[in-house]
């Protein structure tokens, strides 16, 4: 295990290292409970707690001092931040490291599941109204919307139980991203302070995402919109409100209401080992972003042999862009991708995650 200590957590916990010794499994602010440490040191370990948290009760005091200069009202951050105590459970979920890497038709079949697809339907039938409508008005189409809160929250079953300032407060305490996450706890702040949601009320993820479509602070402050138009942007409670905010994100990402996201095609015997030759010789964005090829036309694509997994032709569409991704290398299945499936990696930046979406709205057709 990597030790990451800040430097203000090092002068911190310097006395508590000595004392404990380089036990396996210590973090620089959090101390691991003794149960996992198997030092058998429970007064050590009760100490190194009790020492962390007037630490974190001190840090808290120049968290106050800022949202009152970034000039979020005092009531807010008494409510807010008064008898905040640090999540150990989040430092420890943070800290976690991916067991295994589930292959992409694992991943497909875990989101896109049976249950999902009658339940994204279901959904679908229940909210046409509304749904309809806010279609029209982002040029998103609904089954999109309807894929995206299937897949972040099962439709908003499990949207964290978590208080997002707790989480937030903890993680910017924390070593490892203080500065990101300090940003996102005022920038939760700033929500409570406009009245969109009080402080005992904003439950989220683990690490901050809130509500049913899973914003994270500052994708709230840039894409929430309040639907139903009573003053709040609820991605919470109003279902109106989390459709809108979903469709206005993905269109502020680029989306295109004329097209679909990509398709899975069959590639020619031995093209995958040329796609090399096809990818961006520099490429901006996210890591996952550098997994998708340069972007032809589907003709362009037809030419050099791609067809539809049945076999067919690709529709003969010159407007088309497409990128290649083979999101299992050379020996898995290939996409081939369009503009909304980079939209969709703007709202998370994993092929994975773009697939699954793109192919439950599939499936809700
Ligand atoms: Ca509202």
């Known amino acids: 295990m990597i030790l990451r200590i800040g430097p203000l957590t090092l002068r911190l916990c310097l006395g508590l290292v000595l004392a404990l010794g380089a036990v396996h499994g210590f973090s620089a602010a959090f101390p691991v409970p003794a149960a996992a440490q198997d030092t058998g040191q429970p007064a050590a370990d009760d100490a190194a707690r009790?020492?962390?948290?007037?630490?974190?009760?001190?840090w808290l005091k120049g968290v106050r001092e800022e949202g009152l200069k970034r000039g979020?009202?005092?009531?807010?951050?008494?409510?807010?931040?008064?008898?905040?105590?640090?999540?150990?459970?989040?430092?420890?979920?943070?800290?976690?490291q991916p067991e295994f890497v589930q292959t992409f038709a694992q991943y497909i079949a875990a989101r896109v599941s049976p249950w999902r697809v009658k339940t994204g339907r279901e959904r679908i039938a229940e909210h046409r109204q509304a749904l309809d409508r806010i279609a029209k008005k982002y040029g998103v189409q609904a089954r999109f919307i309807v894929a995206l809160w299937g897949i972040e929250t099962s439709f908003g079953r499990a949207t964290g139980s978590f208080s997002v300032v707790q989480a937030l407060a903890t993680l910017a305490f924390d070593g490892r991203r203080s500065a990101y996450f300090r940003k996102e706890l005022f920038?939760?702040?700033?929500?409570?302070?406009?009245?969109?949601?009080?402080?005992?009320?904003m439950k989220g993820s683990w690490a901050?995402?809130?509500?049913?479509?899973?914003?994270?602070?500052s994708s709230f402050l840039a894409y929430a919109v309040d639907e139903d138009g009573d003053g709040r942007r609820d991605i919470w409670g109003t279902r109106a409100d989390v459709f809108a905010s979903s469709a206005n994100y993905l269109r502020k990402s680029g989306w295109r209401d004329d097209q679909t996201w990509g398709r899975e095609v069959?590639?020619?015997?031995?093209?995958?080992?040329?796609?090399?030759?096809?990818?961006?010789?520099?490429?901006?964005?996210?890591?996952?972003?550098?997994?998708?090829?340069?972007?032809?036309?589907?003709?362009?694509w037809s030419a050099l042999g791609v067809r539809a997994t049945d076999g067919k032709p690709l529709p003969k569409r010159p407007d088309l862009k497409a990128s290649l991704v083979l999101p299992?290398?050379?020996?898995?299945?290939?996409?081939?991708?369009?503009?909304n499936f980079r939209a969709t990696m703007r709202w998370n930046c994993s092929v994975l995650f773009a697939a699954a979406v793109g192919m439950l709205a599939d499936r809700l057709r």
Not at 50 to 57: C, G, Y
Not at 189 to 199: K, Q, S
Not at 328 to 339: F, Q, R, S
């Open 72 to 96: 979020i009202r005092k009531e807010t951050l008494e409510s807010a931040l008064t008898g905040l105590t640090p999540i150990e459970r989040v430092v420890q979920l943070d800290r976690r």
């Open 266 to 300: 069959r590639l020619p015997e031995g093209f995958a080992a040329k796609l090399p030759e096809l990818m961006p010789k520099s490429s901006k964005g996210c890591r996952d972003l550098k997994k998708l090829s340069v972007e032809k036309t589907l003709p362009q």
């Open 208 to 217: 901050g995402a809130m509500g049913q479509n899973q914003f994270m602070p």
């Open 187 to 201: 920038n939760a702040l700033e929500i409570i302070d406009a009245g969109h949601i009080t402080a005992a009320s």
């Open 328 to 339: 299992d290398g050379p020996n898995g299945p290939a996409l081939l991708v369009y503009g």
């Open 50 to 58: 009790a020492a962390q948290r007037k630490a974190f009760a001190e």
